[in-house]
């Protein structure tokens, strides 16, 4: 019988109960705003009003700033979008897709920061302002500061020549491969550098901080002026000794 001659039978398939397959898929977790600056104060108890209150005072500065704040047990402040807590892997994603992160100087602040590849800015708690039971964040900051893997924030007016360099050069304040915890990393290696740096035998002189600034400070004016005599002159557009005013 030809396939042509085949009798038509009809299946009600509503009498049987057909499984659904749908494929396995993990949802793709896309942050639904994108922030210019990241601020995480993490979930101590203690309130951390004066780096919120700095946060504030910038962004009165730059309404241009887009920015979301992960204030915790902090009051939420004006000119960004707030909120007590969210989930880890959200907050994540927030960092991911910032300009900028600041963080409290905790070293799971820290370190989820460059599980993303932000280098954060990161501020420590300290205990004569109530934010904090004691001081250990100062020199875990500077030892961060040191390695390379955060860049310390001291002050209002220091914040604010960090946002504004951060902001103007993104780039730098992203690693080419993010922060991985490994075993070598060890606590005893963190208190021995720790005392080190407490003991004075590390100087912050040579921090990271200076080395990215170095690489976003512009070539001098002097210096480019020079270079661009000598093309124009290689080039014969200009008499010697008569190059164009800048």
């Known amino acids: 019988m030809s396939i042509q001659n085949f009798p038509h039978v009809s299946v009600d398939t509503s009498k049987f109960d057909l499984p659904v397959f749908t494929p396995a898929v993990a949802p793709v977790r896309i942050p639904t705003k994108t922030y210019d600056l990241v601020v995480s ?63 409290q ?76 915890s490994t075993p070598e990393i060890s606590a005893a290696q963190l208190g021995e550098e720790l005392q080190d740096l407490l003991a004075g035998k590390t100087h912050r002189k040579d921090s990271f901080w200076g080395r990215l600034k170095q690489a976003a400070r512009p070539a001098p004016k002097v210096f480019l002026l020079s270079k661009l005599s000598i093309l124009v002159m290689r080039c014969g557009r200009c008499p010697a000794g008569r190059f164009p005013h800048f």
Not at 50 to 77: D, K, M, N, S
Not at 129 to 152: C, I, S, Y
């Open 41 to 103: 104060l993490g979930t101590d108890v203690h309130t951390f009003d004066r780096l919120l209150r700095w946060v504030e005072a910038y962004l009165e500065a730059h309404p241009e700033v887009t920015c979301l704040v992960q204030h915790g047990h902090t009051a939420p402040i004006k000119h960004a979008d707030n909120l007590k807590l969210l989930p880890a892997s959200e907050l994540l994603d927030y960092y991911a897709t910032a300009r900028v992160v600041l963080v």
């Open 105 to 180: 100087g905790g070293p799971g602040s820290i370190q989820d920061a460059r599980r993303t590849g932000a280098l954060p800015l990161a501020v420590p708690r300290r205990a004569e302002f109530d934010e904090v039971v004691d001081n250990h964040q100062v020199p875990f900051t500077a030892l961060m500061e040191k390695r390379g893997h955060a860049v310390v924030v001291e002050s209002r007016e220091d914040l604010f020549a960090k946002l504004d360099l951060a902001l103007a050069n993104p780039s730098l304040f992203r690693t080419a491969e993010p922060y991985v």
